[in-house]
């Protein structure tokens, strides 16, 4: 039977020129640490105007780490920030134990979520291009994992089997993997080229991770089709889900839109992540909408909305309709549903606020829709054929001259039908 080893984290972490934000991205990363079921046994933080260039933390500061980690049995630390190739040699070299940074700590987790084959291409991709550069430094910590841990950091595959390796065989796999995820993006491509000839809107889920996007999305699918068979996975965890996922959609009245989720974003976003991420994220820079989804029960919600929004300016998501989502207001005081402008707010989980939230879709995605009476001549059934599958028809009259139609349709399959008549 396999053992485990259990494994207790100190967090360590620089509150760099009173940062406004410190106590949240601190209560995240105890998530993050939770999320890898590694235990938080203790804190230690100093406020500085800016992160040490050698050590992260101040000299002094280093002692009193040390005597923390020895007093509460810890046997790892993890840190708030990205730590240099020298910083974690560093603080091996003084603390004389297991170093992890943010960033680390974020690509085990991704590592774990992963389920497509691209999406696991992607985070090897990273896991690779940051330990790169680490190599030295890293190679003393991985000697103290001990084999790794059953549900605590674990740095498998990218990390201790890899750093085994040598630079060029490191460098070939980088490579590789990118000359795949080119060709996965090419198909990708391929696949947004069908949909945009299709003329079919795309709809793109955004927002920060466990804000309940696909909790939406599912809720979406289910009010729309009365049943759970095209949902994805949906849990209240961080990162639960990293693999994008398209849904076509069709409304009773037959308009028709593409329903897509992306990765959730969170705070110091590793940019070897986003990089790889990018072709997948690619998918809201092609939306016709986006549905930002924002957690308004969280404190802090606003800094997760501009996070977000940076995330998003990164990988050329901009100049895109938006719609802000703001959900789980059945945690909040805020009399919900409630809609004005661009913004509802809705308790996804509920299944509150949804046909509100179609409605102020509608508004966005159908807007070149209009209503049309035509008359197709008879010998033309293929027309009929076309209108009745492709736009809402109000009503049909049998007249001398040919089949007349009330329809109400978008401006595309108006050209398309003028061009066929």
Request: with cysteine.
């Amino acid at each position: 039977m396999e053992q485990y080893i259990e494994e207790f984290a100190l967090l360590v972490a620089v509150n760099e020129d009173d940062n406004s934000h410190f106590d949240y991205e601190m209560e995240e990363l105890r998530n993050l640490t939770e999320a890898l079921q590694v235990e938080v046994v203790g804190e230690v933080t100093q406020n500085l105007p800016r992160i040490h260039p050698t050590t992260y933390v101040g000299k002094g500061k280093l002692d009193e780490i040390k005597r923390m980690y020895e007093a509460i049995n810890a046997n790892l630390i993890i840190t708030n920030d990205e730590l240099s190739p020298s910083q974690i040699r560093n603080l091996e070299e003084e603390l004389q134990c297991k170093i992890i940074d943010r960033t680390m700590l974020i690509l085990d987790i991704f590592a774990r979520r992963a389920k497509t084959h691209e999406a696991r291409m992607q985070v090897e991709l990273a896991q690779l291009q940051y330990f790169l550069p680490r190599l030295v430094g890293l190679r003393s910590s991985l000697s103290r994992q001990g084999g790794g841990t059953g549900g605590g950091f674990q740095n498998k595959g990218a990390g201790e089997t890899k750093l085994e390796l040598d630079r060029r065989v490191i460098e070939d796999q980088i490579a590789k993997l990118n000359r795949n995820l080119r060709h996965a993006e090419e198909q990708r491509q391929t696949q947004r080229k069908r949909r945009n000839r299709s003329g079919m809107p795309v709809v793109s889920i955004v927002g920060y991770t466990n804000a309940g996007k696909s909790t939406l999305m599912n809720q979406l699918l289910t009010n729309i089709y009365g049943e759970a068979a095209k949902e994805v996975f949906e849990k209240d965890m961080l990162f639960a889900t990293l693999d994008t996922s398209v849904r076509k959609v069709e409304l009773p009245n037959n308009r028709k839109f593409i329903l897509t989720d992306t990765v959730g974003f969170v705070s110091k976003l590793p940019h070897h992540l986003v990089k790889a991420f990018r072709s997948t994220l690619e998918e809201a820079r092609e939306a016709d909408l986006l549905l930002h989804v924002v957690d308004v029960s969280h404190e802090e919600y606003r800094y997760m909305i501009d996070v977000t929004n940076e995330t998003l300016l990164d990988v050329g998501v901009e100049d895109i309709p938006t719609i802000l989502v703001y959900n789980k207001a059945d945690a909040t005081s805020m009399p919900y549903p409630y809609v004005q402008d661009n913004e509802i707010w809705m308790s996804a989980k509920e299944g509150k606020g949804l046909e509100q939230l179609l409605q102020l879709m509608n508004r966005y995605i159908f807007a070149d829709y209009e209503i049309e009476t035509v008359t197709v001549p008879y010998e033309r059934g293929d027309l009929v054929s076309l209108l009745n599958e492709e736009a809402h028809v109000i009503e049909t009259e049998y007249e001398e001259e040919g089949t007349q139609l009330t329809i109400e349709w978008s401006s595309r399959l108006k050209e398309q039908f003028y061009q066929a008549l």
